[in-house]
């Protein structure tokens, strides 16, 4: 089973590291951690989040900036069983000039071979591996591929979590070494059903390579988790950007079973 489930994700790596991108799109901003569907489990998550403050001035010719831009991104999700789950990504978004536009698909498969069960406490460990066909007035590079490794620790009352993200890019002349980010999360328990805490996102460019450190975008976010009946949350967090990242960044993620 290990070998089938490998076989798969090495399946979805772009051959030979041809190329790399990293996804400029904000439509999920994200943390992944020990969450998995189990086998049969369908759930709807609602990624929504708008830019307040940040550059209106585009990178490359035809882009559409993301300053005052409202995004939406519903995800559905499938558990498929052996520690493994299936999504896709349907993002769209709400310009400055009011005109709404489906961006593109995205496809994942998760994997989380190491996790705690429901209610212990203890370590995680997995892959998301993820592939994108994104509209050129969104980003340079349309097709990508991106590779997430999943960490952490659940503790009685702490969740920590470290994401380490690859892409590579499948457009002609985006060829070379991946590009890297880290992403970190820790939250603690409040109250009842109330968490809060941080999360971090850091864009290093690509690897052997990297961005002068002025020039790397970093966003850190503080943020609340609410869990509701019904087996829904609510995740919501305002972010703070560095370098060259956007100034200020809304975000909320709704989950539910369905």
Not at 56 to 66: K, L, N, Q, T
Not at 173 to 179: R, S
Request: with cysteine; aromatic share 10%; net charge negative.
């Amino acid at each position: 089973m290990i070998g089938r489930i490998s076989g798969v994700l090495l399946l979805s790596l772009p051959p030979c590291f041809a190329s790399c991108a990293y996804a400029a799109l904000p439509d999920e901003i994200q943390v992944y951690d020990d969450e998995i569907g189990a086998a049969g489990e369908r759930t709807l998550e609602l990624h929504a989040n708008t830019t307040l403050a940040g550059t209106a001035i585009a990178s490359y010719p035809g882009e559409r900036v993301a300053a005052h831009a409202f995004r939406l991104t519903p995800e559905f999700a499938w558990g498929l069983g052996n520690d493994l789950e299936a999504g896709i990504y349907v993002p769209t978004v709400w310009d400055s000039g009011h005109l709404v536009d489906l961006a593109g698909l995205r496809g994942r498969l998760k994997w989380l071979p190491v996790h705690a069960r429901d209610g212990e406490t203890g370590g995680f460990a997995g892959l998301n591996v993820e592939l994108s066909r994104v509209a050129y007035r969104y980003e340079a590079v349309r097709a990508f591929s991106e590779v997430r490794i999943i960490g952490g620790w659940r503790g009685g009352s702490w969740l920590l979590a470290l994401n380490p993200v690859l892409g590579w890019g499948f457009t002609q002349g985006n060829g070379g070494a991946p590009d890297l980010s880290l992403v970190a999360k820790a939250t603690h328990d409040v109250a009842g059903p109330l968490r809060a805490g941080v999360e971090y996102y850091a864009d290093y460019g690509r690897v052997g390579q990297f961005l002068p450190y002025s020039e790397r975008p970093r966003t850190a976010y503080g943020i609340v988790e609410i869990e509701m009946s019904g087996g829904s949350s609510l995740s919501l967090g305002v972010g703070r950007g560095w370098g060259t990242a956007d100034r200020w960044t809304l975000k909320s993620l709704l989950s539910r079973g369905f």
